[in-house]
């Protein structure tokens, strides 16, 4: 059997890559995370390349999903060096300003655990305020290589490709984290999965209207003292879609994709996290698209809004000690 090679990236996606043309497929974490057995008999003999997410999991990585993978999958998956990827703006929001204790704890713990940190959308910056950026990861995080991309422009992906393909994993798994803190921080933030369906009485230009939601929200979480874990929207229409993302309240939405013409109607599916109540974030939801109703005289139609907050994490497994090698 050919084995796939497993890299890691943040937040964080392991991608499994056989030497063959790759083909993506959308994988889910809880293969990966509840045993070796269901990902080595249903995926690898039909996967060429699949993204999994280790949902449920911020941080941790290395002791609850790496380091278990390299011991019981060690005859099916060579495991490699683990990226964490580093926005500019978040590590400016976290660094520079009055960050949320939770935000602040896990996205340190997460990048404590890198073999290599990858410094994303160089394309944003000027040289000389990359650089700076670049030399303040390498202080804080003296243990794990700091290098910089742009995955738009194509800029370092050549290097980052092989150092992760040439290079082993690492130890850098969290020995001194306080799993009461981890879900303390995991706890202060709100979820918010929903669904709503837009129709308008006359054609719309769908991407201009799915900007305007997305900063909406943004600015909803914004008024309520909230910060901007993720917010996403993915907007389809008869003639197109278009995904919109945001990290944190003062950015403008970065917007993928595009409507052919105009369109009468939109289906919006919203995924958000901020360190807002559950409540809070439903209500800024409604009030954002109902906002639609006034200034385009839409119909709108909230089919789901599922909100929580996250339980504690409880890893199925956490090998922390050599005696796992």
Known sequence: MIKPRVSWTPFSSPKLEFPQKKLPVHASAAILTASPRPLTTVLLPRLRTSLAEPVGSCTDIVATVIRP??????????????????????????????????????????????????????????????????????????ESPVLGISALTGVGMAEWKNLVQTTPPGEHWLRDIDYQKYADAEAEMGWLNGLATMKFPAPVDGKTISGRLAEKIAQGIGERNGKIGHLKLLVVGPTGSVKVGITHVEE???????????????????????TLSPGDLADIVHSALELFKESEHAEVDISAVNTFRPGAPKPTYRYGDSAHQ
């Open 252 to 274: 403008k939405p970065a917007l993928e994709g595009t409507f052919v013409g105009l369109v009468p109607s939109l289906e919006v599916t919203i995924n958000a996290r901020a």
């Open 69 to 142: 993978m390299r011991s019981l999958m060690k005859d099916k998956v060579d495991v490699l060096a683990y990226t964490v990827l580093v926005e500019p703006d978040r590590w400016v929001e976290l660094s520079d300003q009055n960050p949320s204790w939770s935000m602040k704890f896990l996205f340190d713990k997460q990048i404590q655990e890198a073999d290599f940190v990858v410094l994303t959308k160089l394309d944003t910056l000027k040289p000389e305020r990359a650089k700076e950026l670049l030399e303040q990861l390498a202080h804080q995080y003296p």
